[in-house]
């Protein structure tokens, strides 16, 4: 099974199987992991502005970069049993007006 990790609004477990949503309760993660997922959920839901995004540039690369680090981990615990990708779609900040990276 392909698991997308990816924030939406108010979604406070960002992990979406073929069929939508998953639930904590869905796959066996490392209660470290599982702590670490709900906490890079609960940053973009905290600090992610739906007009203008993350506070800065360095807030949304880091946020980016911990999404990897969750992929790279949940992976590792899965094996060859699920693909896990990024889908990381909030790369706008304010910073000047505001930017956008690719």
Same mark, same amino acid.
């Given at each position: 099974m392909q698991i997308r990790v990816a924030n939406e609004y108010s979604v406070t477990w960002p992990l979406w199987g073929p069929d939508g949503m998953l639930c904590p309760g869905d796959l066996e993660i490392d209660p470290q992991l599982r702590a670490m997922i709900l906490d890079w959920a609960q940053w973009f839901n905290r600090d992610y502005h739906y007009l203008t995004g993350?506070? /800065? &540039? +360095?807030?949304? +690369?880091r946020h980016r970069a911990d999404g990897r680090t969750i992929v790279a981990n949940l992976? /590792? #615990?899965?094996? &060859? #049993?699920? =693909? =896990?990708i990024l889908d990381y779609w909030e790369t706008n900040f304010r910073n000047d007006g505001g930017g956008q990276l690719p």
């Open positions: 993350w506070p /800065s &540039r +360095e807030d949304m +690369e992976q /590792s #615990e899965f094996g &060859r #049993e699920h =693909v =896990v």
